[in-house]
């Protein structure tokens, strides 16, 4: 593919030994505080940083579709580096989609203007869940592995990578639910019935997101992230029968060298359960004061979170208020990370994501 007008930033690759490049980044305040340790400032980054709320992004969009800008290594690199350098946040996270490993599961996806995702049967039928087969990440989804090598090669060299997959239950609610969903009745269903075929189907995708996440650290990213987005519409009890022990083996089986954010949303009813599968950084939504949910989980992990993001779209003034709520929660303990409870909204002013980000590090500075 040429490349299109709408460039965002200049892209110049640089030569870098990967285990060189790391160790200049060993002190960055982000991966401190993942560590635990004290940092200068509270460190800020924000899932879909890079997104529909940015012009840049939105005119990069009007001229590929979603999945031609996931499989283009310019323009993610593009978007990426965009957002981390105009926001002035501490990481940049490569810009790409929890789903895209569903294609190789034998999955058709298409992602439908206002939407959502939509997720079809390509080669299985989704009541014939003992087709799916493992596959080797570093081959099926080599084109994320690139754009996270370019992506590293472009970024500022001071600046960690964060690097992601989704959790095996939230990606079997999506193959299941064909697309987005409030009941989550299908998958609930499956549960149920079958719990053979369930724990088949959660190792085989727990053993692809594995070996998935180990290529993204070797190709470049500096933390990853799991994304369980969905488990808050199970349980206590669901969750520690059907989901705990996959996220157990898949946290445990990682071993990297790099901190593992696991994230969740709607887990506050059983926030220690879910602490108890692993991570370095346990990151929750805006339904948990921090405080309490670090007395819960114990300050043996980081901590990440959660302003509403429906409060980006107040005022200045009501945003810099709900932003003090949160940072008094924690009252500079480190091993803190500033987040979202979850994505930015497409309806977010930029100059809103802008004085967050500001005021968070002019606020915390020691």
Same mark, same amino acid.
């Given at each position: ?61 009007? @001229? ?88 590293? @090669?472009? +970024? ?39 719990? @053979? ?17 180990? #290529? ?15 488990? $808050? ?32 949303? $709607? ?34 992990? #980081? ?6 993001? #429906? ?20 009252? $500079? ?7 979202? $409870?979850?994505?930015? +909204?497409? @309806? ?19």
């Amino acid at each position: 593919m040429t490349q299109k007008k709408a460039a965002l930033v200049e892209l110049k690759p640089r030569l870098m030994s990967l285990e060189e490049d790391r160790k200049k980044r060993s002190q960055a305040p982000f991966l401190l505080a993942c560590h635990c340790k004290k940092t200068p400032y509270t460190p800020v980054w924000l899932m879909r940083q890079a997104g529909r709320y940015m012009k840049e992004y939105r005119d990069i969009r009007s @001229q590929v579709s979603f999945l031609e800008l996931c499989k283009n290594k310019e323009l993610v690199a593009q978007v990426t580096i965009d957002a981390a350098r105009k926001l002035h946040v501490d990481a940049a996270i490569i810009f790409s989609d929890i789903l895209l490993v569903l294609e190789p599961f034998g999955f058709f996806l298409d992602y439908v203007p206002g939407g959502g995702p939509m997720i079809s049967e390509k080669k299985i039928s989704c009541n014939n869940l003992k087709a799916i087969e493992y596959f080797d990440p570093t081959r099926e989804l080599s084109y994320v592995l690139e754009a996270i090598q370019f992506t590293r @090669q472009c +970024l500022d060299e001071n600046i960690p990578l964060i690097g992601f997959s989704g959790a095996p239950f939230t990606l079997l609610a999506y193959i299941l639910e064909g697309g987005s969903s409030k009941q989550f009745s299908k998958i609930k269903k499956f549960m149920y019935q079958d719990f @053979q075929l369930w724990d088949f189907v959660m190792r085989t995708m727990t053993k692809v997101i594995r070996d998935f996440l180990r #290529a993204q650290v070797r190709s470049g990213v500096d933390a990853v992230q799991i994304f369980d987005s969905w488990v $808050g519409c199970l349980s206590g009890e669901e969750y520690e029968k059907y989901v705990l022990p996959y996220m157990k083996e898949l946290i445990c089986e990682l071993n990297l060298e790099v901190p593992v954010i696991h994230f969740g949303t $709607g887990t506050g009813a059983f926030l220690e359960t879910f602490a108890s599968a692993g991570g370095d950084v346990i990151s929750v939504d805006h339904r948990v004061n921090l405080c309490q949910g670090w007395r819960r989980i114990g300050n043996q992990f #980081a901590i990440q979170g959660n302003l509403d993001p #429906a409060h980006l779209c107040l005022s200045k003034e009501r945003l810099f208020q709900e932003i003090d709520k949160v940072l008094e929660q924690v009252k $500079g303990q480190p091993g803190y990370v500033f987040n979202l $409870g979850h994505g930015i +909204l497409p @309806q977010t002013p930029v100059e809103n994501v802008i004085a967050l980000v500001d005021y968070v590090h002019s606020r915390t500075s020691q």
